[in-house]
């Protein structure tokens, strides 16, 4: 069993990764549902939410059915980040999760994110001051390093469990890499080998099957995977890969049936959440990975994605399950 403080999980737990614009309410509960053991909001700008943004505020909504759930944040000035622990703390999450791995140029030039790694110092005492701030257990998403000269992950992986950071996930990529190359998941198993290690590691980057998943956790011994762009338009692949592990098997591929429940489903959370407007415009990106594969689905996709009103999506999944009934997806 790994535990991020008092929050029990199976043994290698599937995290969903936070991902701006793509971790909302309705995917994260089409992932857990799928078998995803945390979730993980976007992240949330502590200078956004101390002004009371609404944009950043709406990014605290979270649901029971979602629990164990993080809300990520990120900053980097101390003031802010107390803050935003306070209001972020009144959600009641399971979890506060500090973004120090963002590599975007907007946050990186404030210090925050990634920016960080240039200053070990503020990282370790950003976060002890968190720590002491709330009860809520905080952990760090963080990447390699800045950048192939400046990697020191496994004395900064220590130094923030040392100041009471719960759990930590690592991209395998440094800032300097975006997200070029492929994800070296060699120094995140130096940070679990590092004997005084006793906080979960986990390994994220680049698991785009359940065969990477399974040498992240039998070649790697990491304590479980954080899973981003492979459940984009695939929210089933926490259940594929909990198949492979259980049996050794791929699981058949998803149904037509499937996908077009998926869809309407997070449809419907999504108008549930922000109403009709901004529920059908914000839900279009995810129906073309929903259905590829379908030959001659144009059609359709446009239907879905330039009607502004939410019966006639609904109306067009119909014509999809009708129209393609019998398809055989390859994956
Ligand atoms: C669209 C998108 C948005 C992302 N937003 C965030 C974010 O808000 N916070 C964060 O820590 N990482 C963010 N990331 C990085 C992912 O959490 C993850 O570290 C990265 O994609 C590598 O994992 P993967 O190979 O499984 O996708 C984002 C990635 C993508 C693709």
Known sequence: MVKIDNIELPDFPLLLAPMEDVSDPPFRALCKEQGADVVYTEFVSSEGLIRNAAKSVMKLDIYEKERPVGIQIFGANLDSMLQTIDIVSASKPDIIDINFGCPVKKVVSKGAGAGILKDICLMEQLTAEMVKRTNIPVTVKTRLGWD?????????????????????????????????????????????????????????????????????????????????????????????????????????????????????????????????????????????????????????????????DSKDVFAAFDEVLEKFAGHQFTE
């Open 148 to 308: 192939h000269d400046s990697i020191k992950i496994v004395e900064v992986a220590e130094r923030l469990q040392d100041v009471g950071c719960k759990a930590i996930a690592i991209h395998g990529r440094t800032r300097a890499q975006m997200y070029k190359g492929d994800a070296d998941w060699k120094p995140i198993a130096e940070v679990k080998n590092n004997p005084r290690m006793h906080i979960p590691v986990f390994g994220n980057g680049d698991i785009t099957s359940p065969e990477k998943a399974m040498e992240m956790r039998d070649s790697y011994g990491l304590d479980g995977a954080m899973i981003g762009r492979a459940s984009i338009g695939n929210p089933w692949f926490f259940k594929q890969v909990k198949h492979f592990f259980k049996t050794g098997e791929h699981l058949a591929p998803i149904t037509l049936e499937e996908r077009v429940d998926a869809a309407r489903r997070h449809l419907q959370m999504a108008i549930d959440w922000k109403g009709e407007i901004l529920g059908v415009f914000e839900t279009r990106r995810h129906y073309t990975n929903y259905f590829k594969g379908i030959p001659h689905f144009k059609e359709y996709r446009m239907k879905m994605v330039t009607s502004d």
